[in-house]
């Protein structure tokens, strides 16, 4: 298979390679790249400045500390997609659908049109905690709808959208279980859960 | 009572539900009649919720709201009779005075006990307007309002 199938022969060359090389010289001669022969080349004579063998014991060493890491980066490509519609109620203050599905950790993306086109009112789509939602709605009939930004009881929010138009939001799906989202300019009466599954 | 009575009132009333039913047939829009006359009944409820909260900033905003139903049934009746159409005229023309009323009353006397009567006032003018059309088309005003889509028992 080998030009110079004579390994015994890169044996001695490797020696003589390690006695030149300070760096080699304090391997251990029960080394394991003591004990590992150096590949022939298929062609050409072999380098004396080239430690092959040393180079396909590092790359074994480390091939399989990287190929986690490459699937690790595969997998975060790979997370789930999922586009979710909602609109409202025409033009009553109400969603439609008012419950949403999604699974967890999936990276959703959900548009938010305003189909009224009679009345001049402004919506948004706004997802928070089951525990937040009074104090929120509280809030929000005093402040006159306006999201601060930061606010913590707010997982993720849509921009108020005029009549006839839709916006866009995208986030990653929490933890399961079931999220109430609402508009922030009619927090009372404009409500509905996201179901968050396993 | 007689069962020749109980009779004759049955029959009244079966009339009346035929009579109202024949007359929502004969609307050329019901559903849009139906739409504008809802929104009323909403952006009446949401004047009643700002002043409950004392969010009286908030009220001309509602009162801007209302006319722009008020257009909506306006747009739902143009293709009637006009004898039914002056009559909705009237009575809507009523109802938005009402509630400007109220509007107007929130920037002078933001008085909370003051503007939840003048705004019962103005919903038995709008109630008025409602009475013009078919029981089938008007909106519920016990409608509840709460968390839609929540796990139901």
Request: hydrophobic share 40%; net charge positive; with cysteine.
């Amino acid at each position: 298979m080998w030009d110079r199938p004579d390994s015994q022969f890169y044996w001695s060359r490797d020696r003589k390679i390690a006695s030149r090389c300070p760096k080699l010289k304090h391997l251990h001669p029960l080394s394991l790249r003591s004990t590992i022969p150096a590949m022939p080349f298929r062609r050409g004579p072999l380098r004396s400045d080239a430690p092959v063998a040393r180079r396909r014991l590092l790359f074994v060493m480390f091939a399989p500390l990287l190929i986690p890491l490459g699937c690790g980066r595969s997998q975060k490509s790979a997370q789930e997609v999922v586009d979710l519609y909602i609109e409202t109620d025409g033009d009553f203050i109400a969603f439609k659908p008012d419950t949403l599905t999604c699974p967890t950790s999936a990276l959703v993306r959900l548009t938010f049109h305003h189909a009224g086109r009679l009345v001049t009112v402004r919506h948004n789509w706004l997802l928070t905690r089951a525990d937040q939602l009074e104090a929120l709605s509280k809030d929000f009939a005093a402040n006159d709808g306006v999201v601060a930004s930061g606010d913590p009881r707010v997982i993720t929010a849509t921009p108020l959208c005029d009549k006839g138009e839709s916006v866009m939001v995208q986030f990653t799906a929490p933890s399961p279980g079931d999220y109430p989202f609402l508009c922030s300019t009619h927090p009372e009466d404009m409500r509905g859960i996201l179901h968050v599954t396993k | 009572m007689k069962p020749v009575k109980i009779a004759a009132a049955l029959m009244t009333i079966g009339l009346a539900l035929i009579m109202a039913s024949t007359v929502a047939a004969q609307l050329k829009s019901p559903d849009d009649v139906k739409t504008g006359l809802r929104l009323l009944m909403q952006v009446s409820n949401d004047f009643k919720r700002q002043i409950t909260a004392k969010n009286f900033a908030r009220v001309p905003r509602e009162f801007k709201e209302y006319t722009e139903s008020a257009d909506a049934v306006r747009t739902a009746v143009k293709d009637e009779p006009a004898a039914f159409k002056a009559k909705v005229e009237t009575k809507l023309k009523a109802a938005v005075a009402a509630y400007q009323k109220v509007s107007d009353m929130s920037s002078t006397t933001p008085d909370a006990d003051k503007l939840m009567a003048e705004h019962a006032k103005a919903v038995t003018v709008m109630n008025a307007l409602f009475n013009l059309f078919p029981p089938e088309l008007r909106p519920d005003p016990n409608a509840p309002a709460g968390i839609r889509g929540a796990p139901k028992n």
